[in-house]
């Protein structure tokens, strides 16, 4: 006799109690005890059986479960006839495709909810889920697309705690309502997640430095109206440790998913040397001197401010912001200017408009 493991090509012919006696058709005869714990349900009944343990009321599932006698049908007939348990209300959904490619683990496409909670709050994945019908189809990437997502995540989420206003009426009872769904802890005060796309520049302008990094959020004016009054010191200690989770968030998907040229590193140490032509010295003096004879507390101004001068010498906006870029971070391209500039210090900036330091 031979005792191969399979489990799809044995069957029970007799029991004596808790003993099931069993033949494969590899040859083999034996017995089991049932309490053991040896032994496995085959999948639709396995289903059934959990329904019933875990007293499920409803079951989301994907959609080749929900085929005419499929898994749901017959575990449904197994729950309701032997088990003695309504099947669970039903809830099919479309498969969850990852950058366009449909999952399988075995083929390595694939993302798990540890790795979702790496780059964003539980609540984020709840609500990726939870945002349209199940059956509509879903692509999921945790690259670029990521930051139009966890935005959207962002904004319902804050309009959930009257933090800001929604785009219209009919907007906020949706945000609300989808809210309720997702968060984890119902009742559970405001947490403090600052915009996430915003941190991703912040960080890497002001280093894993949480003080530093919210001095550039209030002075970016990204805080909400219960944390704009605030100093960093005046964060409880749960809202100190969403600010650190958040800032982690972002770092792990800086390391791990963030395109080039999203990535960028301030030369603080010497002046880069690039190439640039008369006009774009003229316009870095310029701008120099603006910043240097001027407080400017918000962006928006300094923007205004800077396209002023643009207009002023006839530059191509692209030009000139390519020179900031250059002097500062030696490349080509990075964040916009006028929030950029005004989240480093002012002195530093000033200087290495004028090449100087």
């Known amino acids: 006799m031979y005792e191969c493991g399979r489990v799809n090509t044995t069957y029970a012919y007799d029991y004596d109690g808790d003993i099931i006696k069993y033949r494969c058709e590899c040859g083999h005869d034996g017995e089991m005890d049932i309490k053991s714990g040896n032994g496995k349900l085959t999948w639709r009944v396995e289903w059934a059986a959990r329904w019933k343990i875990f007293n499920t009321t409803c079951e989301p599932f994907g959609k ?43 083929h390595g496409v694939f993302f798990a909810p540890e790795e979702w909670l790496k780059i964003g709050p539980a609540e984020s994945l709840n609500y990726y889920l939870f945002r349209s019908k199940p ?56 947490p403090f997640r600052p915009p996430f ?4 520049n912040a960080y890497q302008i002001a280093g894993n430095d949480l003080e530093k990094i919210y001095a550039i959020l209030k002075k970016n ?23 650190r989770q958040r800032v982690d968030n972002v770092i792990y998907w800086l390391d791990n998913y963030a395109p080039k040229f999203v990535k960028f590193q301030v030369q603080t140490k010497k002046v880069p040397k690039l190439p640039l032509t008369d006009e774009q010295n003229k316009f870095l003096n310029d701008l120099a001197n603006l910043i240097e004879n001027n407080e400017f507390n918000d962006a928006t101004t300094l923007h205004d401010a800077m396209y002023e001068i643009l207009e002023a010498q006839g530059l191509k906006p692209q030009k000139g912001f390519q020179a900031i870029y250059k002097m500062i971070l030696g490349q080509k391209q990075g964040p916009r200017a006028a929030s950029f500039l005004l989240s480093l210090d002012k002195d530093f900036v000033v200087k290495r408009l004028r090449q100087e330091a």
Do not use: C
């Open 64 to 106: 080749d479960h929900a085929a005419s006698g499929g898994s749901y049908d017959v575990s449904s007939v197994i729950s309701e006839k032997i088990f003695n348990y309504p099947a669970p209300y039903p809830v099919p959904y479309e498969w969850i495709t990852l950058n366009g490619e449909a999952m399988s683990k075995s």
């Open 135 to 190: 059956m509509k189809a879903k692509d999921f990437s945790p690259k670029m697309p990521y930051l139009d997502f966890i935005d959207q995540f962002d904004t319902v989420e804050k309009v959930f705690y009257d933090e800001i206003e929604a785009p219209s009426e009919k907007e906020e009872r949706k945000f609300k309502e989808i809210y309720e769904i997702v968060q984890i802890n119902e009742g559970s005060p405001l």
């Open 197 to 200: 796309r915003f941190l991703v």
């Open 221 to 243: 004016s990204q805080l909400t109206k219960s944390f704009e009054n605030k100093q960093f010191n005046d964060l409880t200690e749960l809202e100190l440790a969403q600010y």
